[in-house]
């Protein structure tokens, strides 16, 4: 017996059997009972998730002479006519390749002859998005008044793209994509009728890679089924659809413990020596680092989708790792996905990074820290241990703050924040229509003597350095009162509590004025003066020094890749 593709032989035939899609499947059935039926329907939705499937079914289900009228018997001669080959009464059209005017005269020549069989000439055009203006135009009259005996059903993933004029003449349908535990409900029914063997880490890893569409799914199915047979496991499944095995990233995960970046690049090689490509390497470790992260909180390994072993195995190996090192590291992978597409060498920049990422040093978590301090250090520290309990008592007042303004206020910044967001505020009022206002602002300090004072208590201050630029800015502010009343009033909004705006000169500290004299020296000036050991070269080679470059020890995670690479 000829195979026959599982997409094919599971697709549903009525609506009982859809998955994902109740919303739909009760609503035409309503109509249908109810005999309020419209003429004209708009199926839209992403790719795969049963939209030209429910366009037959509708079409069978209209037709139907069987005895109950929204579940179509399989057995008259409309339903034997439609499940067939070249059904009579049904038309489809793929509007991708039949986007012109001709081609909608032609079908519109035969809207009016009457059905052969049914009660219905349905005409199902696919991917209506693809038509052209002229052939929409000639659509419209007919969708204006068709015939009593004419449905038309259109399908598209791109509903914006289809005219106005057309969306106002139809009843439209939004089908979901399906979830993850959908998909494998249906695959798990399949492989039970089908006699197929399969652990659930496999259906989960069909049902990632479908992402949402229940035809994709079937299709990665019908692939392994061709050379598992009825025996499929998670690693046979991923080879075969080119998807990394989770080996490659617990052993990518140790060699960052480790700063071992060698194992890093032996990851890589390993990769592509099994045939995977960059863009699924990157795509399932960023997974991993989601199960990482997940399996530190309390969830199980049935509700992250994966085996008890795994899980387990992702427990231990999490463990040794940070919130702060996972994210840090999601961060610098994502950011790397962004870059792979325009790199001009994908595996330079994919093991730069990852060598990068080996050399992170582990951030540490401060409120753990000062708590395994506390228990080391021996009691009668009295002084070291009364500054952790200080220290512990501010992060977890720090911590309230933030959380209570975000969430019960909506508020931008909190009270603590705000003078350190001070910058980023001036960078987004720079873009201000009242550049004056923005431009006096420039160089300033915000100062938050009580954070809890009520009304809340913000002082802006105009640094006195030697420059005319802030006398100037300082004059401009004063002169202008509307500047003051301006200012409040985004403090406040930002805030979102009263403000009271004071505002001051302020003379330069001296280590202000220092780094001030610093910043203007040049990096070789001060190389110069912080390494004693060139002074010396100088004098022992009597030559002069001209360029100095540092090596820099620990890379940092927003920077670019460091040339030293
Ligand atoms: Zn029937």
């Not at 708009?42 to 037959?56: D, N």
């Not at 500047?483 to 500290?509: D, G, M, N, Y």
């Not at 001060?526 to 022992?540: A, H, N, R, Y």
Request: contains cysteine; glycine residues 4%; negative net charge.
């Amino acid at each position: 017996m000829a195979y026959i593709a599982m997409a094919r032989k599971w697709r549903p035939h009525s609506f009982q059997s859809m998955v994902g899609q109740d919303h739909i499947a009760k609503t035409l059935q309503n109509a249908i009972e109810g005999g309020r039926l419209h003429h004209a329907f708009l199926f839209t939705g992403t790719r795969g998730v049963g939209k030209t499937t429910s366009a037959r079914i509708l079409a069978k289900t209209l037709n139907c002479t069987g005895p109950n009228p929204i579940v179509p018997c399989g057995e008259c001669a409309s339903c034997k006519d439609i499940g067939g080959g070249t059904p009579m009464d049904v038309l489809e059209i793929d509007a991708a390749s039949n986007t012109g005017v001709d081609n909608i005269r032609e079908l519109i020549e035969r809207v009016q002859y009457t059905p052969m069989i049914g009660k219905y000439k349905v005409f199902i055009i696919d991917e209506v998005h693809m038509l052209s203006n002229g052939a929409f135009n000639a659509l419209l009259k007919t969708l204006e008044e068709p015939p009593s005996h004419v449905i038309f059903i259109f399908a598209t993933t791109e509903v914006n793209k289809v005219p106005q004029t057309i969306l106002s003449r139809v009843q439209r349908f939004d089908f979901k994509r399906l979830t993850a535990s959908q998909i494998v409900g249906r695959l798990e029914f399949i492989c039970k009728e089908e006699g197929v063997q399969v652990d659930p880490e496999a259906l989960q890893i069909f049902a990632e890679k479908a992402d949402g569409s229940m035809r994709d799914a079937l299709t990665y199915f019908d692939q392994a089924y061709a050379f598992t047979g009825t025996s499929m496991n998670a690693d046979a499944v991923r080879s075969i659809l080119g998807i990394p095995p989770n080996e490659l990233y617990f052993k990518l995960i140790e060699s960052f413990e480790n700063h071992h970046i060698k194992g890093a690049f032996e990851m890589v090689e390993e990769a592509s020596a099994i045939g995977v490509e960059f863009t699924p390497l990157l795509d399932g470790f960023s997974k991993f680092l989601r199960n990482l992260l997940y399996s530190r909180l309390s969830v199980s390994a049935e509700e992250l989708g994966v085996s008890v072993d795994f899980f387990s195995q992702l427990q231990s190996t999490g463990e040794k790792l940070s919130n702060g090192d996972l994210l840090r590291l999601s961060k610098m992978l994502s950011d790397l996905q962004a870059k792979l597409s325009r790199a001009q060498n994908p595996r330079l920049l994919v093991e730069t990074t990852f060598a990068r990422m080996a050399w992170l040093d582990h951030l540490t978590d401060l409120k753990r820290a000062l708590s395994s301090m506390a228990k080391i250090e021996p009691a009668s520290n009295e002084v070291l241990k009364k500054k952790v309990v200080e220290v512990s008592e501010f992060i977890e007042l720090e911590t309230q703050e933030k959380n209570s303004s975000w969430t019960s206020t909506g508020a931008k910044y909190s009270r603590y924040e705000l003078s350190s967001a001070w910058n980023a505020i001036c960078r987004d009022l720079s873009s201000d229509e009242d550049i004056l206002f923005a431009a006096t602002l420039n160089k300033t300090n915000l100062h938050t003597p009580d954070l809890e004072s009520s009304p809340f208590i913000v002082q802006l201050q105009f640094k006195m350095d030697n420059t005319n630029e802030s006398s100037w800015a300082h004059m401009q502010f004063s002169q202008n009162p509307h500047f003051h009343e301006r200012l409040s009033q985004i403090l406040a909004e930002l805030l979102q509590c009263p403000v009271s705006l004071q505002v001051e000169k302020r003379e330069l500290t001296s280590e202000e004025q220092d780094e001030i004299i610093q910043n203007s020296k040049s990096p070789y000036e001060k190389d110069f003066e912080s390494l004693p050991i060139l002074g010396l070269l100088q004098k022992m080679y009597d030559t002069e020094l001209i360029y100095s470059k540092r090596i820099p020890k620990v890379f940092d995670s927003t920077t670019d890749i460091d040339p030293i690479l």
